[in-house]
């Protein structure tokens, strides 16, 4: 997910053009640190590779786009996910309140459903 910073951390990612990620851990249930990018472009497209290199292409695809203020951005990224995996569902949709307090405005996210 590409999000925000909370508070001071916020600050210095300002400071020093950061742009975190944060992964869900699925077999912990954490959440853990992502790459951190210099640029929004750089973090989606990192958040964008990470999440397709675990998939071997033996199962349909069911994915969701998440977004937190952020559609057309969303819907870019639905774009290039239907035309380089042409999953059997593609589905854009906003963030849960959980997430969107802890990401903030123009949050986005790829999820497997």
């Not at 951390?9 to 300002?14: L, M, V």
């Not at 750089?42 to 994915?63: E, M, N, V, W």
Request: proline share 5%; aromatic share 6%.
């Amino acid at each position: 997910m590409v999000g925000e910073l909370p508070g001071a951390a916020r600050f210095i990612g300002g400071l020093l053009h950061l742009k975190p990620q944060i992964r869900v851990n699925h077999e912990t249930g954490s959440v853990e640190a992502g790459d951190i990018s210099r640029t929004r472009s750089q973090a989606i497209d990192r958040l964008y590779t990470g999440f397709f290199k675990h998939f071997t292409g033996s199962h349909p695809l069911h994915i969701a786009v998440l977004h937190n203020a952020s559609l057309a951005e969303a819907e870019a990224l639905a774009e290039r996910v239907k035309r380089e995996f042409n999953p059997q569902e593609l589905i854009i949709t906003i963030v849960s309140p959980v997430l969107g307090v802890h990401t903030g405005p123009k949050a986005l996210a790829l999820w497997r459903i």
